[in-house]
């Protein structure tokens, strides 16, 4: 479901259902034969960027299987924050509270892969940690009207509870995600979250959670044992394709039963 015409223009009309209170990290991929050693320099053989960070990569699948979805997020006034935008729009995601700062790049992840799949990985989270009370509040009217919240730990955990809280407040559904893992997780995480979902995969466990959110939006009287099932079915599809967001199934691509 690709934008057309002016991306983002039905959100005047209809509010979104499912709104992502979370990350944009820009991924910089590069492919080794091996990884390299302290103080070592290596050739590689392919390089590309793709877009990742959980929250999006959640909402992304959530809009691909037909969600009207909103991210709350932060990226930098760079060209990196500005392609993010682009991206987000082209999924059909409203990018009303989608803030650029000037104080911060936007997030990265710089990834090197061996041929057996092995990788080193450093994030620089930039300007998902600036994401704050004042934008929460900004999007309060947005948060409060969804039927689902989605939050994770690539922004501050502060930042996360808050979202949580106005969401459970106005009697919304409410999704977390406690990734990455964090040791000494706040308890009102536990008490702030109708659904409490962890994950290992990090591709197939955004497209999961992003699946789930979808089904507590749309189909509210599904089990939860029958959303879960489908949303493995969807994250299951996402593993047999490259890369993150681009792995990610749209419904048209997917088996009538599960809508």
């Keep these: 479901m690709a934008a057309s015409g002016e991306p983002g223009k039905q959100w005047q009309e209809e509010m979104a259902a499912v709104v992502v209170v ?24 392919k390089f ?40 987000l729009k082209q999924n059909d995601i409203s990018t009303e509270f989608t803030y650029q ?19 080193i990985i450093v994030i620089v989270a930039g300007a998902n940690l600036l994401l704050n009370s004042e ?22 955990p502060a930042t996360s ?5 106005m969401a459970r407040s106005s009697g919304v559904k409410t999704l977390f995600n406690p990734a ?3 040791a000494d997780l706040d308890p009102r995480f536990y008490t702030l979250s109708d659904v409490f979902c962890c994950n290992e995969g990090e591709g197939a466990g955004d497209s ?19 959303m879960l099932k489908r949303a493995n079915f969807i994250a299951a599809v996402s593993v047999q394709a490259a890369g993150t ?15």
């Design 245 to 259: 967001q681009s792995s990610y199934p749209y419904r048209k691509d997917l088996p009538l039963h599960l809508f």
């Design 208 to 226: 999961f959670v992003g699946a789930l959110a979808f089904y507590l939006a749309y189909y509210p009287n599904l089990s939860m044992e029958e």
């Design 180 to 182: 990455p893992a964090a």
């Design 22 to 45: 979370g990350s944009c990290m820009t991924d910089l991929v590069s492919l080794t034969s091996r990884l390299p050693k302290t103080g070592e320099t290596i050739h590689g053989h």
């Design 161 to 165: 509870l808050e979202a949580l809280t």
């Design 135 to 156: 934008d929460l509040r900004e999007a309060a009217g947005t948060i409060s009207r969804a039927r689902v919240v989605i939050c994770q730990l690539e922004v501050t």
């Design 48 to 87: 590309f960027i793709g877009f990742g960070g959980k929250g999006a990569n959640q909402c992304v699948q959530a809009a691909r299987l037909g969600a009207k979805a909103s991210m709350v997020c932060k990226v930098g006034k760079d060209s990196f924050g500005n392609n993010y935008i682009e991206n």
């Design 101 to 119: 700062t000037e104080d911060a790049a936007t997030g990265t992840a710089s990834i090197i892969v061996n041929k057996e799949g092995q990788n």
